[in-house]
């Protein structure tokens, strides 16, 4: 089993990097492979509603995005980790996050994820929201822990001053894997995922 931990920070090594470590730091005591995955910190465009996606089952825009949705197929879980800016996560995130899962929900569908968010002092729980959000369209196991999943710090090295933070993101490794594995015994005895139907509806009149 694989879990798939993407830094959406502008920053390789940062806060978030912090965050993110802490996870995987218990993934892997429960013998969970991960890989890491920076979206880098070059500009990137925002869905432009094209629908060539739809066609091709790709975004136009050969970046992170595409990358992201590819990665996606052969993981089974996923951590989305975030600074804070102005109460929101980062917009080169949100940016990836909405083309990828626009153009390739199919790699995500019902795989657990979950939302790693720092911040200098506030903002976390609406970040998380809007993160969230992506999972719950996707039919995905929303993976929570023992508190909110964020941490406080300007600096890597102020994260690791926060102890009860660095516990939520370890109980939240533990919590991943054990869903994880929960999901992999129901494949193994005939459970499989629920077919969903597909209505949609404009209520605009």
């Given at each position: 089993?694989?879990v798939?931990?993407?830094?959406?920070?502008?920053?390789?090594?940062?806060?978030?990097?912090?965050?993110?470590?802490?996870?995987?730091?218990?993934?892997?005591?429960?013998g969970?492979?991960?890989?890491?995955?920076?979206?880098?910190?070059?500009?990137?465009?925002?869905?432009?509603?094209?629908?060539k996606?739809?066609?091709?089952?790709?975004?136009?825009?050969?970046?992170?995005a595409?990358?992201?949705?590819?990665?996606?197929?052969?993981c089974d879980?996923?951590?989305?980790?975030s600074?804070?800016?102005?109460?929101?996560p980062?917009a080169?995130?949100?940016?990836?996050?909405?083309?990828?899962?626009?153009?390739?929900?199919?790699?995500?569908?019902?795989?657990?994820?979950?939302?790693?968010?720092?911040?200098?002092r506030?903002?976390?729980p609406?970040?998380?929201?809007?993160?969230?959000?992506?999972?719950?369209?996707?039919?995905?196991?929303?993976?929570?822990?023992t508190?909110?999943?964020?941490?406080?710090?300007?600096?890597?090295?102020?994260?690791?001053q926060?102890?009860?933070?660095?516990?939520?993101?370890?109980n939240?490794g533990?919590?991943m894997?054990?869903?994880?594995r929960?999901?992999?015994?129901?494949?193994?005895?005939?459970?499989?995922?629920p077919?969903n139907?597909?209505?949609?509806?404009?209520?605009?009149?």
């Amino acid at each position: 089993m694989k879990v798939l931990l993407v830094n959406g920070s502008s920053r390789e090594a940062g806060c978030t990097a912090a965050a993110l470590a802490e996870v995987e730091r218990a993934l892997h005591e429960e013998g969970i492979e991960t890989e890491r995955f920076f979206i880098g910190n070059k500009p990137l465009p925002d869905c432009i509603a094209c629908g060539k996606c739809r066609e091709t089952g790709r975004c136009v825009f050969e970046d992170a995005a595409n990358i992201l949705s590819e990665k996606a197929a052969s993981c089974d879980g996923f951590v989305f980790g975030s600074p804070v800016y102005y109460a929101h996560p980062s917009a080169r995130l949100l940016a990836v996050m909405d083309r990828a899962f626009y153009s390739g929900g199919r790699n995500f569908m019902f795989k657990p994820a979950a939302a790693v968010l720092s911040a200098r002092r506030a903002g976390q729980p609406a970040s998380m929201d809007v993160i969230n959000k992506h999972f719950s369209i996707c039919s995905m196991p929303i993976v929570s822990s023992t508190y909110w999943n964020h941490v406080f710090g300007n600096t890597p090295e102020e994260v690791q001053q926060d102890k009860e933070g660095l516990m939520t993101m370890y109980n939240l490794g533990k919590n991943m894997a054990w869903l994880l594995r929960c999901i992999e015994l129901g494949k193994e005895n005939g459970i499989p995922a629920p077919h969903n139907e597909k209505i949609k509806t404009n209520f605009a009149r």
